[in-house]
């Protein structure tokens, strides 16, 4: 026996509106996966875990250039990212213009000031970097004012305007919570080479010790410190301590010590292995050792 169905067109048409409704809902909601996926906000969190500089470049630029737009606070962000991509390539001048238009969002603009600061040491622009961080140091809110004073006292004092660098790391100092073991030092190392009045050395030293900050760039102050000590075993392992963390980092990071590394290296030499820490005539950077100080 044949048993023959009869089918209701009308029912056929509602299934295949059905099943056409089902097909554009699911096209309507992969179109809006796929535009949150190339959203700024996601081509940020690309570019912020990217691996490599064009990577980071990559996504930055197409959270950028996104046609419907993006907001001034994810745009400045992307900027920095695609900031960091021209600092690690050491595209120095690329990212100085990036910096600058940074600077011109006022989004942070004392981070976007001590960024440009970064790309004009790189360019070996040494003037522009010191009207970028004094400009960062006004703008900053109270919190980050004694970073920007210590960093641009720092600079200063590396490239032998110790006079100079009194001022700002005297207000750094004034500033300062937590990283103030590390401005005193690194003030009274300035104090020393203008040839003013500072504190003792040992009391520095075991201050810097204790403290967090004493890690990181705390060891470069360290070694200058232990150096002048005449702790010449201590001021080796700071130094070298302080070579690896930062030649071992990001490029931004290297460029804006480089002033230290060279200056780490330099007393390094000095040192030598031999355990001699007297100073040297004629030296780029004389330890300047004082016997009346006593080792620890």
């Not at 919190?143 to 006079?163: D, E, I």
């Not at 480089?258 to 820490?277: I, N, P, Q, W």
Request: with cysteine.
């Amino acid at each position: 026996m044949v048993v023959r169905l009869q089918v209701d067109p009308t029912r056929i048409r509602n299934l295949d509106a059905c099943t056409v409704a089902a097909r554009v809902e699911a096209m309507t909601r992969s179109g809006r996966e796929a535009a949150r996926a190339l959203a700024p906000e996601a081509m940020l969190r690309k570019a912020t875990l990217a691996e490599s500089s064009v990577l980071r470049a990559k996504y930055a630029r197409r959270g950028l250039t996104h046609p419907g737009g993006v907001d001034r606070t994810t745009r400045s962000m992307l900027l920095r990212q695609l900031y960091l991509a021209h600092m690690e390539a050491r595209r120095f001048q690329e990212a100085l213009e990036v910096a600058e238009q940074m600077v011109g969002l006022e989004i942070m603009p004392d981070v976007a000031r001590q960024d440009a600061a970064r790309a004009c040491l790189g360019l070996r622009e040494l003037g522009r970097a010191v009207e970028h961080l004094r400009l960062a140091s006004r703008v900053s809110p109270p919190c980050r004012r004694a970073f920007h004073l210590w960093t641009l006292g720092s600079l200063l004092y590396l490239v032998g305007r110790p006079r100079e660098a009194v001022v700002p790391l005297s207000r750094a100092v004034r500033w300062a919570t937590t990283e103030k073991p590390l401005y005193q030092a690194q003030l009274a190392l300035a104090r020393r080479a203008a040839g003013e009045s500072f504190e003792d050395v040992q009391t520095l030293r075991e201050r810097l010790r204790e403290a967090p900050c004493g890690q990181g760039y705390g060891q470069f102050v360290l070694g200058e410190l232990a150096a002048y000590a005449c702790d010449a075993a201590a001021a080796r392992d700071h130094l070298r301590r302080f070579i690896a963390r930062a030649t071992g980092g990001r490029v931004a990071l290297a460029v804006a010590l480089e002033a230290e590394t060279e200056r780490a290296r330099a007393l390094l030499a000095e040192l030598g292995s031999s355990g001699d820490e007297t100073e040297r005539p004629g030296s780029a950077y004389p330890i300047a050792c004082d016997p009346r100080r006593t080792k620890d």
